[in-house]
């Protein structure tokens, strides 16, 4: 059954990848109108394309990272709106940072539990039907994440477009607060998909293997190569994903000579990163 494969899809799929138009075409048709497919398509034929690196959906909002007066537990929520004009708005931001506190003072599970807690004589749902009614557009509480650590710190990036917590299993000294506000900024910046090679998932991992192995049957300069010559080079290529999407791996950016594992231990040879949450706009 052929999918249709409208001008929008194919503009979309560019503005996500960066792929020539008709390359993003080609993509959608061959992958039936599936952008992760068309995604892999497009890398599998040697395009430039981060992998898992786009937001599937352009929401504006902001995001609210925040940590408890004991700096062990901490919560991210994302407030989203359909225009940026409402994002900037100073009573929008103000709503959600009071949203925030509810949740870092009470710590629920989840979103129906967050909008359940009471807000100001009513329920944190019924003032963000308030807010809604008030202002004219869809807003709602689309992420929340929480995360509980000797240490936790805190960082909101972009004027409210991107909220990290870093955990670290050290609770004593301003230099572990540093250390991880330094971690903190290296995540929002390059975006990890998880702290250490065994922490990504192995569908993931089987992913990039299948594109990596196409990828070397696309490429003329290993045609005719041994296997093992071939394997050689995938599991090459395969270890500098890692180094390129695992927190501890990357290069430090404040120094590219050290990887952010090296540096976390060269402020304390016991300090260590626990796990991590990024929220993006």
Excluded: W
């Amino acid at each position: 059954m052929s999918v249709t494969i409208t001008a929008q899809d194919v503009k979309k799929l560019r503005d996500q990848t960066g792929a020539g138009m008709a390359d993003c075409r080609k993509a959608l048709e061959e992958s039936q109108g599936d952008f992760e497919g068309a995604i892999d398509y497009l890398r599998k034929k040697g395009q430039k394309v981060a992998a898992n690196r786009q937001d599937r959906e352009a929401k504006e909002g902001v995001v609210i990272a925040r940590t408890n007066a004991d700096a062990n537990y901490g919560i991210i929520i994302q407030l989203s709106s359909e225009t940026d004009f409402v994002s900037k708005n100073a009573d929008f931001i103000q709503f959600a940072n009071d949203v925030a506190t509810i949740a870092e003072q009470n710590m629920p599970g989840n979103i129906e539990s967050l909008k359940a807690l009471p807000m100001e004589g009513a329920t944190v749902s019924e003032k963000l039907s308030e807010v809604v009614a008030r202002i004219g557009e869809k807003i709602d509480i689309v992420r929340y994440e929480q995360l509980s650590a000797d240490t936790v710190v805190s960082y909101i990036h972009g004027n409210y477009r991107i909220g990290v917590l870093v955990g670290m299993n050290n609770a004593k000294g301003d230099h572990v607060r540093e250390a991880g506000k330094d971690v903190a900024m290296q995540i929002a910046a390059m975006n990890p998909l998880g702290l250490s090679h065994e922490s990504i998932e192995p569908h993931v991992i089987e992913r990039e293997r299948s594109i990596v192995m196409e990828q070397m049957k696309n490429d003329p300069k290993m045609a005719g190569k041994p296997e093992e010559m071939i394997a050689k080079v995938a599991e090459g290529k395969l270890n500098a994903f890692f180094k390129e999407n695992t927190l501890m791996a990357q290069p430090f950016v404040k120094d590219n000579s050290k990887s952010v594992a090296d540096y976390v231990k060269s402020v304390d040879k016991n300090l260590g990163v626990t796990q991590f949450k990024r929220v993006a706009i």
